[in-house]
């Protein structure tokens, strides 16, 4: 086994995210603008902080837009600062 390189169609974009206090059980969504996303497209997104317990997880919403979304399953509110968060979209076609 080993590692594999696939030549697939990526989008890629970054930008800057301040989310609020997340209570326990709650969620918090940003909406990314990737020109050429489309519904249906894989999408995967990563934020450049530690998640300190939360959970981020991305589709595309609309024709451009992904939602990238941080939901906290732990016991207490997280409250991160500033960072960014990144978004590639594969091409399902």
Do not use: R
């Not at 996303?37 to 317990?53: P, R, V």
């Amino acid at each position: 086994m080993g590692i594999h390189t696939f030549a697939v169609n990526q989008l890629k974009t970054t930008t800057t995210w301040d989310p609020g206090s997340i209570s326990s059980g709650a969620s918090e969504e940003k909406d990314v603008t990737v020109t050429g996303a489309a519904l249906g497209d894989f999408c995967l997104a990563s934020f450049s902080l530690d998640l300190a317990g939360l959970t981020i997880s991305s589709y595309v919403s609309a024709a451009n837009t992904v939602t990238v979304t941080l939901a906290n399953l732990s016991g207490a509110a997280v409250n991160l600062a500033s960072g960014t968060v990144a978004v590639i979209v594969f091409k399902s076609a």
